[in-house]
């Protein structure tokens, strides 16, 4: 049975010489295959210049080994912390304030467990290593005991011929990245434009809707009277509504529709119903005078 001492201890200060025992003590066998492998590749290589790119892949080591089984939760949460921070060179190197930071504990915490995981053995040899900068700022990386880099071979570089390429070609390969089709294309400018679907078309419904939307009524309201007068008397009520009035609103067109109202009269029916009426006039007084005039005339 595998016992794990929770003693606190002083970031800095050596261990108990119990403690000591217990944390030197090896929890199994040597495992051959580490439980950790860093895969280094190349991205973009040309001309001696690449991306790098590392990744680090957890081995079935890890689960054979009896690895996965010996670490606490404490420690798998400082371990997957650890991992994050590798960078793309391969390297892993993390302070007490990052692992802090990335699982939400005080710095201090963290750094006791730490100092515990530099002493916790595993295969014989320690699971990560405390490398100590001249500034006094301490680093934590994996033992390389447990790590295993795998370099992946550099592609060799082939150039590519580039040849000229005509203007048809040219054209055919801008329609075929940036061209649309026209439909979309239309749609795309009509949405920017804020323009209903039904103004896309030169039908008698795309002509009613436009000259709602000139009347500055909203899309819930157009709709609302489609479906109750139709397009029809809608049609005609616009198109009268010049006639109406001189400065033609929605307050004006409703009110058309809701009383029904017929044809406005024009000026010009108003001047000729005048100039009959005035016509009328005169033939009447001048059968009035003929009138007169003959009873004079007995």
Do not use: C
């Amino acid at each position: 049975m595998v016992y794990w001492l929770s003693a606190p201890v002083r970031p800095g200060a050596l261990p108990s010489k119990s403690l000591r025992s217990a944390i030197d003590m090896p929890f199994h066998k040597p495992y051959p295959d580490p439980p950790f492998i860093i895969e280094h590749k190349r991205l973009d290589e040309q001309s001696g210049h690449f991306t790098p790119l590392a990744r680090i892949h957890l081995t079935e080591a890890a689960r054979t080994s009896g690895f996965l089984r010996e670490l606490s939760g404490i420690e798998a949460r400082l371990l997957l912390a650890i991992l994050t921070y590798l960078t793309a060179d391969g390297e892993l190197r993390v302070s007490s304030w990052q692992v802090a930071r990335a699982l939400g504990m005080p710095t201090p915490v963290i750094a006791v467990h730490l100092f515990r995981l530099t002493h916790r053995r595993f295969g014989g040899q320690p699971l990560l290593v405390r490398n100590k900068a001249e500034s006094g700022l301490s680093t934590y990386t994996l033992s390389h005991h447990h790590v295993r880099h795998h370099v992946h071979p550099p592609v060799p570089f082939k150039p590519v011929s580039v040849s000229a390429a005509g203007r048809e070609a040219v054209y055919n390969h801008v329609r075929s990245q940036y061209g649309v089709p026209r439909i979309e294309a239309e749609k795309t400018v009509h949405a920017q434009l804020g323009l209903h679907p039904e103004e896309q078309s030169e039908v008698r419904q795309a002509h009613v809707f436009r000259e709602l939307r000139y009347l500055k009524l909203r899309r819930g309201d157009i709709e609302s009277l489609v479906e109750v007068f139709g397009i029809d008397i809608l049609e005609q009520q616009l198109a009268w509504l010049p006639e109406r009035t001189t400065r033609p609103d929605a307050r004006a067109l409703v009110k058309a529709l809701i009383n029904e109202y017929g044809r406005p009269r024009r000026l010009q029916d108003v001047l000729n119903t005048y100039l009959k009426k005035k016509e009328r006039m005169q033939l009447s007084s001048d059968s009035d005078f003929n009138n007169v005039t003959k009873g004079d005339s007995e």
